[in-house]
């Protein structure tokens, strides 16, 4: 059989992989259009900030690696066409430009994402950057050591790290979003205020509700952001306003989400039975809804990679879906969330209700015990676990994991009251904190009343 796998970070190196393992006789061919595969992208901001030395490490795999396991890799390979009829790739060898076909009878389709790029007056100069992949990240490094001044525009996870970085190497750093806050995406007000403030102390300017309408500058380099508000001086901006799903090869060729996310069933199989799809490309099932959303993380993409793999010739496992858990550590904050929020159920249909303790992690009797900030989204029918937001100065994030699979397992706030948690005082109380919200929520729910 022969198995093309179109895109390699990280749900094509899964799904390339464990081919390789689980069907040694097949012939796997991977097209990569960069000359690496594998790159942590959440480890940009570590690299640029210095704090990851070895370059080296935020790859998990090689083409020497996956050549070793019988894999035929393409370097350096764009994929220009797919025949989804004939089941062709036509792709352009991008060092000596020539071209290649070749067809296939399963193709697994890993090209991820790109950054959005705004059609701005401006985006093309020379010093305004992208965040995604290697590459970029070297640029990054290398134009940021000339810059007293740099300008951050997207309040996501990457912008605040790349935020972070920056200050701590003495920039004067700006961050713009369009949204009142940053981390709207991931963290309710309450939360995100505590980061926010932070930054105010650190010296570092927040130009949020704002949205970039032009970048100026001379003699191709960048000097100046005008927002719709304000105007700021810079000498380097880096684009971080999201991601999309890098698809038009499939576009009127597969089932789609609106913003071209290729939709997949629980075995990662498209519409066309030749075709599975994986990672940042596509649409997953979102727990807390039970609908297809498009959420763009590397825990999704290894695991849909590997299930891609798994289920090549027959259905065997399906993907349980996702809660788009997520964490970030900012400064000395450290902070998670999984399923919904207060803020990302008010777009929705759905109704929830909302506990939210403030304890310490420890005894008090204990030499420290850092203040932990909970907050539990649930369904106030059904009472259903829904979503989860903690933030603290010690780690307590790895909670929010137990909440995740409480709502891929349809958990009720009242059995987390009494989930068994260990105690030692070295890390909790007594009480586990997630304990403490289910009774909190406990305390709301009607009672039977007495006769």
């Known amino acids: 059989m022969k198995i093309a796998v179109i895109g390699s970070t990280h749900a094509g190196t899964a799904a390339a992989t464990t081919i390789a393992n689980l069907y040694p006789d097949s012939t796997v061919t991977v097209y990569e259009r960069n000359d690496n595969v594998s790159f942590l992208s959440c480890g940009l901001a570590l690299y640029v900030g210095g704090i990851v030395d070895d370059p080296q490490g ?9 050549r070793e396991l019988g894999i035929t890799m393409k370097i350096q390979h764009d994929v220009d066409d797919i025949d989804t009829e004939r089941q062709f790739i036509h792709a352009t060898n991008l060092v000596t430009g020539e071209t290649v076909t070749d067809d296939y009878d399963k193709l697994v389709m890993t090209t ?26 070297n640029t990054i490094i290398e134009r940021a050591e000339k810059a007293e001044r740099v ?4 309040a ?12 701590k190497a003495g920039k004067q750093v700006t961050l713009i979003d369009g949204a009142d806050r940053i981390l709207n995406k991931y963290l309710d007000a309450e939360f995100t205020n505590e980061v926010e403030t932070d930054f105010h102390s650190r010296g570092i300017k927040l130009a949020l509700s704002q949205t970039v309408e032009r970048i100026e500058g001379q003699n191709s380099s960048v000097n100046k952001v005008i927002t719709d508000k304000d105007e700021y001086e810079t000498d380097l901006v880096i684009m971080c306003v999201g991601f999309r799903p890098n698809t038009e090869l499939l576009r009127g060729k597969v089932d789609m989400l609106d913003n071209g996310a290729i939709t997949v069933d629980e075995y990662m199989r498209t519409s066309n039975p030749s075709i599975f799809a994986a ?35 027959e259905p065997t496992i399906a993907n349980v879906g996702t809660q788009g858990t997520s964490g970030l550590r900012i400064y000395d904050l450290n902070m998670a969330s999984t399923g919904l929020t207060e803020t990302s159920a008010s777009f929705t249909d759905i109704h929830v209700k909302n506990i939210t303790i403030e304890d310490t992690h420890r005894p008090a009797f204990m030499p420290t015990a850092e203040n932990v900030k909970l907050k539990v989204t649930f369904d106030p ?3 259903r676990l829904l979503g989860a937001q903690v933030i603290s100065k010690a780690d307590v994030t790895q909670a929010i994991n137990t909440i995740s699979v409480g709502i891929q397992q349809g958990m009720t706030i009242d059995e987390l009251a009494f989930v068994d948690q260990f105690f030692q005082p070295h890390f909790n109380q007594p009480w586990n904190f997630l304990n403490k919200a289910g009774l909190a929520a406990l305390r709301t729910a009607k009672q039977p009343e007495l006769v």
């Open 279 to 313: 990672g940042d490309c596509c649409a997953v099932k979102y727990n807390p809804t039970g609908e297809h959303a498009y959420i763009p993380l590397a825990t999704n993409a290894v695991r849909m990679g590997t299930l891609a793999a798994r289920n090549l010739l």
């Open 58 to 66: 935020l790859f998990y795999s090689s083409p020497k690696e996956m």
């Open 156 to 167: 996501g996870y990457i912008g605040v790290e790349l935020v972070e970085a920056f200050e």
């Open 112 to 137: 991820g994402s790109w950054p959005v790029t705004p059609t701005i007056k401006g985006i093309d100069l020379d010093n305004v950057l992208l965040a995604k992949n290697y590459n970029q990240a």
């Open 151 to 154: 300008t951050v525009v997207g």
């Open 381 to 383: 029918d059904t009472r």
